[in-house]
């Protein structure tokens, strides 16, 4: 094996049939970290989070929940995380604070349900913006999940990226859908202006490992 800058862990490794097969382990390793960071993530729970994602009984919501919570096993005690579950209205389910006192709420975002309607993206991204403005942490960065499909109200996004960019706030995508669905060119440029990254895909069983990768 051998690979680059985005390659092992920021390649997606993490988690993928590959790594078992590797003699290195691909986890974020704690005691290497130098600085905090401050997450916030934002998911889709409209409508289509409802439905089963194969065979395995779980929803699509299920499991962009079980990403959620990987992000939060792998940050440490001094990171921050929020999350907000977005229909047609922002809901916080855990505030933003540090992994020490945040670790116990993993339990109530595994819990969170598809609530029906669509995803009113701007609200969302806006509810993040001011989450992650009071983290103390200098790096801060969003997680914006969305069906590629059926996302909402562009709003005022434009300025709301420029705004956070200019404050050093990053921000990702990760699209449920292909890149040729009709509201993926609106995803692929929210992450093109945040400066972060985009991931597209099918299936929702990726999901935990994109959120990880995006992690790293």
Request: hydrophobic residues 40%; glycine residues 8%.
């Amino acid at each position: 094996f051998t690979g680059g800058r985005n390659a092992f862990g920021p390649g997606g490794y993490y988690k993928s049939p590959l790594e078992p097969v590797m003699p290195v382990t691909m986890e974020l390793r704690k005691e290497h970290r130098k600085l905090a960071i401050a997450i916030a993530v934002v998911l889709d729970r409209s409508g289509s989070m409802a439905m089963q994602a194969g065979t395995s009984g779980r929803t699509k919501m299920d499991l962009a929940n079980i990403a959620t919570a990987s992000v939060m096993d792998m940050l440490s005690p001094f990171d921050h995380l929020g999350v907000i579950a977005v229909d047609s209205s922002p809901h916080t389910i855990v505030e933003i604070n540090s992994m020490e006192k945040n670790i116990n709420y993993r339990s109530k975002v595994l819990q969170i349900d598809s609530m029906g309607g669509g995803i009113f993206v701007y609200t969302g991204l806006l509810h993040a913006a001011k989450m992650i403005a009071d983290a103390q942490p200098v790096t801060k960065h969003i997680i914006l999940f969305a069906d590629a499909a059926d996302s909402e109200e562009p709003g005022q996004y434009i300025e709301l990226l420029d705004n956070l960019s200019k404050a050093g706030v990053t921000v990702s995508v990760i699209g449920l859908g292909k890149p040729t669905d009709v509201d993926a060119p609106f995803l692929r440029d929210i992450a093109s202006r945040g400066s972060g990254r985009i991931y597209f895909t099918e299936n929702a069983n990726d999901l935990p490992r994109l959120f990880a990768q995006d992690t790293f």
